[in-house]
């Protein structure tokens, strides 16, 4: 069951349930969001309290809502202790940690639940070695020109391309949502700046362990966002890629949430990243990837056409059209 409270119908601030629903639709019995107990959201019934949600047989509560600052509304307390008694173990995406709870861990204990903290960063991190570019496999890393703009979905979307394809691909985690979908990962917001290269580079070296002949790192924040740049450098430079899939929402001039802090054009976006690459492992922009959900058909297609025009490079809303052309441009750029 997905706990979105208040925020079901929220495409921004509910977006670790609609990516859950997207990707693991099949693991999800319920939504709980009292403001909209009775409808249902792609096919899945919201039901208003944890009672209720109980005739779907739950077995974990996961909270699928993105906070600003990464923590609960106050009056999500009461509703984490009832799942807790209700027998529900808890998957918890926020920066606030349950398991160092004083009273929500001793009840989880008293009633025989988990509490799992999927921001809590192993306790072993240090720097990069060196082993990812050891790394034997072509790495794809998603960048944005904003946050909460589609880098996961993207990757994806890419990763199910792939696979439809017979690519040995792997997503690769970095936030909570992907991984409430994949089931691994690390959250490398939550990680100590000095270390954020280094989870990075663990992480695509556990995706070349699991199998991947194609690693699709999902990314996160933006080198132009004043508050979250710093996870994406980090990421960048510890994930080492191959090449970039840039991710965009067309119409948008502003950091979102930052008034007066302009979005450099494409054209801008695309050599910005290129340049900041490593130099012991340059990597270009394959692709342009267009959120254009807020677009109507034709609008879309416009957006599409301009972004290529402008660019250079092959542009697609893989959501909306597909992902193989994406897929495509990727691939040639690292000689697959």
């Known amino acids: ?17 609609r990516g859950v629903l997207r990707y693991r639709r099949e693991d999800v019995v319920a939504i709980l969001d009292s403001t909209r107990a009775g409808e249902n959201q792609d096919g899945v019934p919201i039901v208003g309290d944890v009672g209720s949600g109980e005739a779907y047989d739950p077995e974990v509560a996961l909270v699928g809502v993105a906070t600003q600052g990464g923590r609960f509304p106050p009056a999500w307390r009461a509703l984490l202790a009832e799942c807790i008694r209700s027998g529900l173990s808890l998957e ?22 988990e509490l799992r903290d999927l921001r809590r960063p192993p306790d072993d991190l240090d720097c990069p070695t060196g082993a990812n570019l050891d790394v034997d496999a072509p790495i794809v890393l998603t960048v944005g020109s904003d946050c909460a703009i589609g880098k996961m979905t993207v990757s994806l979307e890419l990763d199910r391309a792939a696979r439809a394809r017979g690519i040995a691909s792997v997503f690769v985690p970095t936030g909570q949502t992907g991984i409430a979908i994949a089931g691994w990962g690390i959250a490398v917001d939550a990680v100590v700046s000095d270390f954020l290269a280094g989870a990075a580079e663990r992480l695509v070296v556990e995706g070349r362990a699991r199998g991947g002949e194609l690693l699709l790192v999902e990314g996160q924040g933006s080198l132009v966002h004043p508050a979250y740049s710093g996870v994406t450098l980090g990421l960048f430079h510890g994930s080492v890629p191959h090449a970039l899939v840039l991710c965009h929402r067309p119409g948008t001039t502003e950091v979102e949430g930052y008034p007066g802090h302009p979005l450099p054009s494409l054209t801008d976006l695309v050599a910005l990243h290129e340049q900041i690459a490593l130099a012991r492992r340059p990597a270009g922009v394959a692709a342009i990837a267009l959120n254009t959900a807020g677009l109507d058909d034709d609008a879309a297609a416009a957006a ?14 893989p959501v909306r059209h597909g992902a193989d052309g994406l897929l495509d441009a990727v691939l040639a750029s690292v000689g697959r």
């Open 304 to 317: 599409v056409a301009s972004a290529a025009e402008e660019t250079g490079l092959p542009a697609a809303d």
């Open 92 to 113: 918890n995406g926020l920066h606030q940690m349950l398991r160092d709870d004083p009273e929500l861990q001793p009840l989880a204990d008293e009633h025989g639940v």
């Open 1 to 17: 069951m997905i706990l979105a409270e208040g925020f079901s119908g929220d495409p921004h601030y509910g977006k670790t349930m």
